[in-house]
């Protein structure tokens, strides 16, 4: 049985030798694979060993600041950077269309800035030429020039019934011709393998890099098993190429796009302008934090001053000033989170529709298993805002605390009266050493998994039907 | 007598509402050489291709060294080689490709030597044997199927119009072959309509017309069958 095959399989492999087109794209298509992983591999590094050293400067930089006042450092800033992770080497998923950086700074939350599509030509939209681009877009169309004519050739030149003479069943020789279609779909796939070999060495989770790989090759599979229906069902090559030619339209580009139109329907979402409006309304009724006199911080001034028995606030033992700053800074940071929130919630909605596309289309399937389990996910880019903005919470608020408690009130309300005032309103650079290393890491390997069992199973589930689907024709013929 | 090999028992096929056999009788013996002879569209095809299982009876049956053959496929394709009016062979491949080929396919791998044997047994010439099948005549291909039918070392061979593009040297190559193969054991079905072809290499002869055996002629003792009275029977549409 597996001799005859085999037999079916090499004799499939003789066939694409001998004809030059089919050799052509192969050799194309392997070289186009070798290239994507090379290229977006060493761009990939590039770019995480730029983000890293970057991210130690902003620390650096910061650090060296000289004696200033708190608030000025607040204003000053910081940034973080977010590295990417080692399988995006082979999948960038949404990193090319996000930022890759945050600037940190007191009553703002920043989005994410410097993407790579902010900086490239208005072509790039079509999607960078990934490894991941090559297997999800470029691999199912060289295996369909390839494979639709596996099985109407034999239609066409009459060997098909000669064949079954032979006793060979048509479910036999779709299965010979498969593991030939197959083995070609896992050669383009090789560069692709070695360069998830190269993130296992550079870091990436073993969990991860193998369900990474075993989805690609289902991937592979389902398509293989889509090819050799269509050229099962139809009557002649010309069919069979047209109907997979619309086939690899409708899944691999006119699904995605019905995907992410109907989240967008069904999980309406404000603009950013509309957003931007509600988010400034609510900050109005907090009053300004700059401004300790503000109406909106009398009960917090009583409060003190009954706390502290003073009748001043010059007279409490903490700059009111900063602890205004403080309180102001917490509420806003309140406000902002909700509708940071509230959008990313949206942005995860919107996914979570689009995602069940994925029972319809493997590529729509694969795009998702493959970024998440890659760490170049929508779930990710959240996750480094939310850490980006615990970073920026947690440095603005030390620097508060130092305002309120390292100034005094006096100094503080003073500062621009005269030169010592203003030296004295200033505290030491040392101060400065308030920042942790930020390494932004993706989740873990267990959870990645865990997060993509849904496009897992859609691709399973495809797989399976497809087999199926493709078994049960062949015993038709 | 000699056991029944290929049995057509009240075979019936019918196409829809069309019906392409009906009530088809008659029996080989093994090493008999049985030629269906018919006009265009009488069924012969049909005929073999029923008998291969490609196509379903609609009633009666089509049996094998009594093995029906809708209900024992794979059994019974181990039993015969077939020959279809049009080779159909991989043009791509050069003639011992094919053969090594097919033969692996049915589990026969033979040697180099005996694949060399058989092609020059059935004239093909050996300069030809390395050039892809896309390049050879109807002939050539002919002979190649040939080859492997030969090859394949089946007791049943089903040949549809095998002498149909073969030059005259060819053909008298392929009776010869025929009347050998007959008096190896070989039972040989052919469909054709070659009335002189038919009448010198089978001891059984049916007339085949509108789906219907209409006449059977059967050789006498050391002897064949009378060339005339076929012809006469064929011309006037069966029944003489």
Sequence with gaps: ?477 | MSEIVIQADNLCVAVGSKKILNNVNFIAHKGDVLALLGGNGAGKSTTIKTFLGLIPPSLGSAQILGQAVHQNTQLVRQKVAYLPESVMLYGHLNAIENIRYFLSLGKKPTSEQVIHATLEKVALQPQAWQRPLGEYSKGMRQKTAIALALLREAPILFLDEPTSGLDPVAIDEFNQLVTQLSAQGVTIFMVTHDVYGACHVANRIGLLRDGEIVDMFNAPENGNIDTEAVHVAFAQGGRT
């Design chain 1, 1 to 477: 049985m597996i001799a005859t095959l085999l037999c079916i399989a090499r004799d499939e492999w003789r066939y694409w030798r001998r004809s030059r087109l089919a050799l052509s794209l192969l050799i194309i298509a392997l070289i186009l694979a070798i290239a994507s992983v090379f290229v977006t591999h060493t761009s990939m590094q590039l770019e995480a060993e730029q983000r890293t050293h970057l991210q130690t400067l902003a620390q650096q930089k910061f650090a060296d600041q000289p004696d200033r006042h708190p608030h000025r450092m607040v204003h000053y800033g910081h940034y973080v950077f977010r590295a990417p992770p080692p399988l995006s080497s082979l999948d960038p998923g949404i990193d090319p269309f996000t930022g890759t950086s945050v600037f940190l700074e007191g009553h703002r939350r920043n989005g994410a800035t410097f993407s790579e599509q902010q900086q490239s030509s208005g072509l790039s939209w079509l999607g960078t030429l990934s490894p991941a681009f090559v297997m999800q877009l470029l691999t199912p169309l060289l295996l369909i020039v390839m494979g639709y004519g596996a099985m109407t050739r034999e239609r066409e030149a009459g060997t098909f019934d000669f064949l079954k003479v032979q006793g060979i069943t048509p479910p036999y020789l779709i299965a010979g011709k498969g593991l030939a279609l197959i083995s070609a779909g896992l050669l383009v796939f090789s560069p692709f393998a070695i360069g998830a070999i190269w993130a296992l060495i550079n870091g990436a989770e073993g969990s991860a890099t193998a369900m990474f790989l075993v989805s690609y090759v289902l991937y592979i599979l389902i398509w293989s098993s889509l090819i050799l229906l269509a050229s099962t069902l139809s009557a002649n090559n010309a069919a069979s190429f047209s109907s997979l030619t619309c086939l690899w339209i409708v899944l691999c580009l006119v699904l995605p796009r019905i995907a992410s139109n109907t989240a967008t329907v069904v999980v309406a979402s404000p603009g950013k302008l509309e957003t931007d409006f509600a988010v400034l309304q609510e900050l109005r009724k907090l009053g300004d934090g700059h401004n300790s006199n503000d109406p909106a911080f009398s009960a917090l001034k009583s409060s003190l001053l009954a706390k502290y028995e003073v009748d001043k606030i010059e007279d409490l033992p903490v700059n009111f000033k900063g602890i205004v700053a403080q309180k102001s800074e917490a509420k806003l940071t309140k406000i902002l989170n909700q509708f940071s929130e509230k959008q990313m919630q949206e942005a995860q909605d919107q996914a979570n529709v689009a995602r069940q596309f994925g029972w319809l289309s493997p590529a729509i399937a694969i795009q998702n298993a493959s970024m998440k389990l890659a760490g170049t996910d929508l779930e990710n880019y959240h996750r480094f805002l939310r850490e980006a903005e615990a970073v920026r919470f947690s440095f603005v608020q030390s620097l508060n605390k130092l305002h309120a408690e390292n100034v005094s009130y006096t100094d503080d309300a003073n500062k621009y009266k005269d030169h010592e005032t203003h030296h004295r309103a200033k505290v030491d650079a040392k101060n400065w050493q308030i920042l942790d290393n930020f390494h932004f890491t993706p989740l873990a390997a267990d959870q990645r998994i865990s997060n993509s069992q849904l496009p897992l199973t859609q691709l399973l589930m495809l797989f399976l039907l497809c087999c199926g689907v493709t078994f049960f024709a062949g015993k038709r013929v």
